[in-house]
């Protein structure tokens, strides 16, 4: 009943969406005084827009950042700034991680003034990890975290929980609130936080008990990878056989190939306006994340006993592009720096 549950609530969410416009400030007035004090720790490109969104939604932050600069702009804004993970721990009710890896999620939980720094006592009744990370870590967090005892009752919580929420969407689409959330954990606490996902994203899915929001990602970005070498390697292929690149992303687009690395993020400079393959490949998914991403891939796969050859071979492709100095070109550069595509213009 709990899944029929919470798969009706999560299916309002598409009508809530359409309530709740990308361009329109959403605001929560009946947010739930176990809510109200959120901390934010880990502002960068993707964080800080996630923050952002929150504010404009009505919660009060405290946030942190090693980043001085980021903390000094928050904090002209009005949003109280922390020097330690710890300190935001002990000023909110419910902390969301969105951090680079798997050891920085483990230091901000565990390493000196970490959040779970002060004993077996912890303030928040919610930790939200929206990191990309392996399994195995968000399952071990939420495992230490099950031990550890709320400093004070929240609402109908008396012990805290965790939740791995990593997210699909770009930079553009953290900025707009559209994310796609990939919840992992406790299906309740996920129900009772879903204001804070409202804020933030587009649509929230819920895939099981804890790591299962981290592997989801996994394999949704290992999916991605795949997808758009097999696109860059057609397109590159079609090109040296004499098919504009223009002909064949037309025939994609209508037929059994068409994929979201064809219609709406292609990789050919000249095809698309607004996405990273018009700029020079700048902004987007980095390389460098993306080859990050298929080593947790290569590694879970080696856990479970999967096998993994495509996931192995776009591993190798991505790390020689960081080798070769694109670790920062959006991973779509890969038709031009890897299969040595080439530029075509709408109107040649």
């Not at 399994?135 to 609402?155: D, M, V």
Request: glycine share 8%; net charge neutral.
């Amino acid at each position: 009943m709990k899944i029929c549950r919470l798969r009706y609530l999560l299916s309002l969410r598409k009508c809530n969406s359409q309530t709740f416009p990308p361009t329109t400030p959403r605001t929560f007035s009946s947010t739930s005084h176990h809510l109200q004090n959120v901390g934010f720790i880990g502002l960068g490109n993707m964080g800080s827009r996630m923050a952002n969104n929150l504010i404009k939604a009505g919660f009060k932050l405290t946030v942190h950042d090693k980043n001085s600069d980021v903390l000094e702009m928050f904090s002209q804004m009005g949003v109280s700034t922390k020097k330690t993970a710890y300190e935001v721990s002990e000023a909110s009710d419910v902390v969301i991680t969105m951090l680079p890896s798997s050891a920085h999620v483990i230091d901000i939980y565990t390493g000196p003034n970490g959040l779970l720094h002060g004993g077996k006592l912890i303030r928040p009744w919610l930790l939200i990890d929206s990191s990309t990370i392996d399994p195995q870590t968000s399952r071990n967090l939420s495992a230490t975290i099950s031990n550890y005892i709320l400093k004070e009752k929240k609402g109908d919580w008396e012990m805290p929980v965790k939740l791995d929420a990593p997210v699909s969407g770009s930079i553009i689409a953290a900025e707009a609130g559209t994310l796609t959330f990939m919840v992992g954990g406790s299906e309740e606490a996920l129900l009772a936080a879903k204001s804070l996902f409202l804020s933030m994203g587009k649509s929230t899915i819920y895939c099981g008990g804890a790591g299962s929001g981290s592997a989801a990602k996994i394999c949704n970005n290992l999916a991605l990878a795949v997808s758009m070498l097999g696109i860059s390697e057609a397109l590159a292929l079609g090109q040296s056989l004499g098919v504009p690149a223009s002909s064949l992303t037309e025939i994609f687009n209508c037929s059994s190939a068409r994929c979201w690395s064809s219609d709406t993020y292609n990789p050919v400079p000249g095809l698309m306006e607004g996405v990273p393959s018009s700029r020079d490949y700048n902004g987007g998914f980095a390389s460098k994340l993306m080859a990050k991403d298929l080593n947790l891939a290569v590694e879970s796969a080696k856990l479970a006993g999967c096998k993994y050859p495509l996931t192995s071979h776009a591993q190798e492709i991505y790390k020689e592009l960081c080798n070769g100095g694109h670790d920062a070109k959006d991973f779509s550069c890969a038709f031009r720096h890897y299969y040595s595509g080439m530029d075509e213009p709408l109107d040649s």
